[in-house]
C-alpha cells in the first residue's frame, strides 16, 4: 500500500477519534505516541529478520541483535502478535512494552504508558487502535524514515494543539525551530548538537534535516544529545530521534540542578559546537541549593538570578556548555529563545555585562508576538558566539523582525513565513543595517546605554510617518474653511429672522 505524506498524517491523528472522551486530550501523547513507534520498529524489525534469516538461514543467528540498526523485537511480540489479541489488551501492550524494552535496555523510559491504569481504554477501544495502526506497514522501504519522521512530528505538533496552553511546553513552532537552526549553521561532520530543555527534539531534529537537505551532509556523522526534566515528553524526544532514523542520548532530570552531560570528577560540563535551547520562560530555578554550584555556571556576577526568575541561570549554563576556542579547536554557537525581559530588566543588567564583554553575544533577533500557544508575549532569539569571526568583534547585531512583513496572522497564533526567515538570516549572515529592520552596534554604544539591549534602543521601531502633500492638504483646508463660510451665512440669516442679537 502506498501512502502519501499527507494521508499519513491524517491517518495518525486519527488515532485520536479512536480514544477521544476515553482519556483526556493531555493523555493522548502518552497512549498513542508509543504505540506508532512501536509499530515502526516492529515492521522494520520483521523485514530485517526476513532479510537475516534468508542471509544467515538460521533463526538463532538471524535475531542476534548485532545484525540489527533498529530495537530488536522478542519472540511473541510482534505487531501482529498484538493484533491477534482480543481480550485482555491493555495487559498485553504493557506486557509488550516491558518485553521490548528488556531486550534493549536502551529504550528504558521510553514507554512510560501504562494501558491497565486507563480505565476507560477497554477492550474495545484499544483494539480498535491496534486495528488502526496496523496498515500501512511502517518499515523504512514502505514509507521512509524523513516521512514517517515528519508524519511524527505533525502528530506530536497535533498533540500540543489539542492540549493548548500546556502543549507548547513540549513543541516550538517549526518556523521558530528553523530560524534557529539557520542562525547558527555551517555545521561540519563530527559537530556535537544538544538541546538543554529538548521537550520533543524538535531542534536537534531540525538541525539534522538542515544538515542533509540545505548542506548535503549526513546527520549520522553528527551526535545529538538532551536533556528534560518531563519524564514522559523525554520519551517522545527518544522516540521521535528513532523514527527520523537519528541516533542520539536524551537524559532524564532539570539541566540546570542535575546536568547529564557532564564530568563529575572534574567538574566540568560536556561542551558543544551547537546548542539550540527554548527554555521555559522566567521559571523558578534552584538558586538556594546551586549556590555553591561545582560547574561554576552562575559566576557572572556575585548576585545569582532571582530564584523566581530563572532566564539568566538557563543562559549561564548554555554559555557554560559552549566550546572555547583553543581548548577545543574552536568555538561554539547557541540560539536561545527569551522572553523580551532578558534583554532590558534593570537588576539584569549585571548579567547583560557580563555577556557582553566577554563579547559573545553576536546578535538578538526580535519576534512577533503570539508565537507560541502557551504565551502571546514577545519574545526574541538571543544567538551567543564564543568564537565570533574578526570583523564582528565588539559587535552585536540587531534584528527587528516583529512587523507584519515577517509574519502571518494564523487562526490562533501568528507565525514567521518563509521570506520573513530569509530576510532575517539574510542580515544576519551580511551584518546588514537596514532602516527600521536591523543595526550593527558597536559595544561602545552599548555601554552608554548600561548594557541595555531592548532592541527599540538600536532600530527604529516606529511605524514611519506618511509624506504630506501640502497643496493638497491646503486645498482641503480652503474647502472646509469657505464650508464653514457658507454654514456661518446661513446661520445668520436664521438669527436675523428672528430678531437674534
Known amino acids: 500500500m502506498t501512502i502519501s505524506p499527507g494521508e499519513l498524517e491524517s491517518h495518525l491523528f486519527e488515532c485520536a477519534d479512536i480514544i477521544r472522551d476515553a ?37 538463532d543467528l538471524a535475531r542476534r541483535p548485532g545484525v540489527y540498526d533498529i530495537p530488536v523485537i522478542p519472540e511473541g511480540y510482534l505487531w501482529e502478535d498484538l493484533r491477534s489479541v482480543s481480550d485482555n489488551v491493555d495487559q498485553a501492550l504493557d506486557e509488550a512494552f516491558d518485553a521490548v524494552t528488556s531486550e534493549n535496555p536502551e529504550l528504558e523510559g521510553v514507554f512510560r504508558a501504562d494501558y491497565i491504569d486507563a480505565d476507560a481504554l477497554n477492550d474495545d477501544r484499544l483494539g480498535k487502535l491496534v486495528e488502526h495502526l496496523s496498515s500501512p506497514d511502517l518499515d ?26 500546556s502543549g507548547g511546553q513540549f513543541f516550538t513552532p517549526p518556523k521558530i525551530v528553523n530560524l ?41 556523522k553528527l551526535t545529538f544529545t538532551g536533556q528534560e526534566i518531563n519524564p514522559d515528553v523525554a520519551a517522545i524526544a527518544k522516540m521521535n530521534l528513532s523514527i527520523h532514523g537519528y541516533s542520539g542520548e536524551i537524559e ?35 538558586k538556594d541549593g546551586l549556590q555553591d554550584d561545582p560547574y561554576e555556571r552562575f559566576d557572572w556576577h ?11 541561570a538557563f543562559i549561564m549554563h548554555i554559555a557554560k556548555q559552549l566550546k572555547r576556542p583553543g581548548e577545543d579547536g574552536v568555538g561554539g554557537k547557541a540560539a536561545i529563545v527569551i522572553p523580551h525581559g532578558v534583554l532590558f530588566r534593570k537588576h539584569e543588567g549585571r548579567y547583560r555585562k557580563t555577556m557582553l ?17 502557551n504565551n502571546s508575549i514577545p519574545s526574541a532569539i538571543l544567538v551567543l558566539n564564543t568564537d565570533k569571526p574578526e570583523e564582528r568583534k565588539d559587535e552585536v547585531q540587531f534584528v527587528h523582525a516583529a512587523d507584519e512583513d515577517f509574519y502571518e496572522e494564523l487562526s490562533n497564533q501568528n507565525e514567521l513565513t518563509e521570506e520573513g526567515i530569509d530576510h532575517i538570516v539574510e542580515n544576519f549572515r551580511d551584518w546588514t543595517t537596514e532602516e527600521r529592520v536591523s543595526r550593527t552596534v558597536s559595544l561602545d554604544e552599548i555601554r552608554e546605554n548600561d548594557y541595555n539591549l531592548n532592541i527599540a534602543l538600536y532600530v527604529d521601531t516606529t511605524e514611519p510617518e506618511e509624506d504630506i502633500d501640502v497643496a493638497e492638504e491646503l486645498a482641503k483646508l480652503r474647502e472646509l474653511q469657505a464650508e464653514r463660510d457658507e454654514i456661518e451665512a446661513t446661520m445668520n440669516k436664521h438669527m436675523e429672522a428672528l430678531n437674534y442679537e
Open 23 to 59: 482519556v483526556d486530550p493531555t493523555d493522548y501523547k502518552e497512549y498513542i505516541l508509543p504505540l506508532v513507534y512501536y509499530k515502526a520498529i516492529s515492521d522494520e524489525f520483521e523485514k530485517q529478520y526476513e532479510q537475516n534469516l534468508e542471509k544467515y538461514g538460521d533463526e
Open 140 to 165: 523504512r522501504d514502505s514509507v521512509p524514515p524523513d516521512m514517517l519522521g515528519e508524519a511524527y512530528m505533525d502528530l506530536v505538533r497535533h498533540f500540543a494543539e489539542e492540549e493548548g496552553k
Open 180 to 220: 534557529c537552526v539557520q542562525l547558527v549553521d555551517e555545521f561540519e561532520d563530527g559537530h556535537t548538537f544538544h538541546d538543554p530543555t529538548v521537550g520533543s527534539g524538535g531542534m536537534l531534529i531540525e538541525a539534522a534535516r538542515y544538515y542533509r537537505e540545505e548542506q548535503g551532509g549526513d546527520p549520522s
Open 252 to 286: 532524564r532530570e532539570d539541566s540546570l540542578s542535575s546536568p547529564a552531560f557532564a564530568d563529575e570528577d572534574e567538574n566540568e560540563l560536556e561542551r558543544f559546537d551547537r546548542v539550540l535551547a527554548n527554555f521555559p520562560f522566567s521559571a523558578n530555578w534552584d
Open 302 to 312: 556575585e548576585k545569582l538570578p532571582r530564584a523566581d526568575r530563572g532566564d539568566y
Open 357 to 373: 564583554e566577554n563579547d559573545m553575544v553576536e546578535a538578538i533577533v526580535g519576534l512577533p508576538e503570539n508565537l507560541f500557544q
